[in-house]
């Protein structure tokens, strides 16, 4: 009996790292960390931060210099917006407080038709305990 317990266990696990493994081959966008991001604010005009957090999280901490701010439960209406302000060439960093909903969000941005997107590994969080630069809202 035992073993139709740890067959089924097995099962499970493996089922759950193919579902995983093929969901990250099928992204369109990548992570990118913290010094990165800092390095492409700095040297890469082109470069877009979008800020995915709710508007209150916004006071507590401050954003990126420049960030674009798009709360994700609005960011699938906006894609006029996005187009926009968003230049061919653009790196698009997206960002919220620990790097979950930044997910979520690469992936609309990216289900849009652009190229460059990444998710800040981390979010804003890291972002200060790194000493990067922040802005009040």
């Known amino acids: 009996m035992n073993y139709i317990y740890i067959g089924i266990a097995i099962l ?5 790292f193919a579902y ?5 081959q099928n992204r369109e966008w ?3 960390e ?6 492409e604010l700095k040297t890469n005009k082109f470069a877009i931060f979008i800020d995915v957090r ?3 999280e916004l006071f507590e901490t401050g954003r990126v210099p420049g960030a674009v701010h798009i709360p994700l439960g609005k960011l699938s209406k906006e894609k006029a917006h996005l187009d926009s302000i968003i230049n061919k060439d653009s790196k698009i960093i997206v960002y919220c407080r620990s790097g979950r909903r930044s997910q979520k969000g690469a992936n609309i ?9 990444y998710s800040m590994n981390g979010g804003i969080m890291k972002w200060i305990a790194s000493k990067k630069k922040v802005e009040p809202k």
Request: aromatic content about 22%; cysteine-free; proline content about 0%.
């Open 12 to 16: 499970i696990f493996a089922s759950y």
């Open 20 to 24: 995983s493994f093929f969901q990250n």
């Open 30 to 32: 990548e992570f990118i």
């Open 34 to 39: 913290v010094v990165d991001a800092a390095k």
């Open 54 to 56: 709710e508007d209150d």
């Open 109 to 117: 941005i990216s289900g849009f038709g652009f190229e460059n997107v």
